[in-house]
């Protein structure tokens, strides 16, 4: 894999509730309408589900994406091909924080930084 070894870990407040979070990290179709600049595979499920796997695309870049844990409060994500590591969400009423941790030659923590604003702004603008 080409590209430097990147790591970020960021915690913002989120002016929503915990249910309201869980549906926009975990439901696709929630996670389509924030996570800006990416388009996701077809076949996507209603929820995300351990075991699912599923590619995103960032421009001409593609990045495939493992669910290695999805629960409540929390979904972990293996990634291989445009980013080559993990990345960990986790949260609760009022809160999200997400660890991004990969070797890729995108600029990861400003990436990360974005989709936070988004996901904060979307749950803003939808009332969460």
Not at 67 to 80: E, F, H, I, Q, Y
């Amino acid at each position: 894999m080409l590209g430097t070894f990147q790591q970020s870990q960021i915690r913002i407040e989120i002016a929503a509730s915990v249910n309201a979070i869980h549906d926009s990290i975990l439901q696709p179709a929630q996670l389509q309408k924030w996570l800006l600049g990416q388009s996701f595979s077809p076949g996507m499920p209603a929820e995300l589900q351990t075991g699912f796997d599923f590619t995103t695309s960032t421009g001409l870049i593609q990045i495939h994406h493992h669910v290695d844990v999805a629960k409540p409060n929390c979904l972990r994500l293996l990634l291989s091909n445009g980013i080559d590591g993990f990345h960990e969400w986790y949260w609760g009423e009022g809160w999200v924080q997400s660890r991004l941790e990969g070797v890729s030659m995108l600029p990861l923590k400003l990436g990360q930084t974005l989709s936070l604003l988004s996901l904060r702004e979307f749950l803003r603008n939808k009332g969460g």
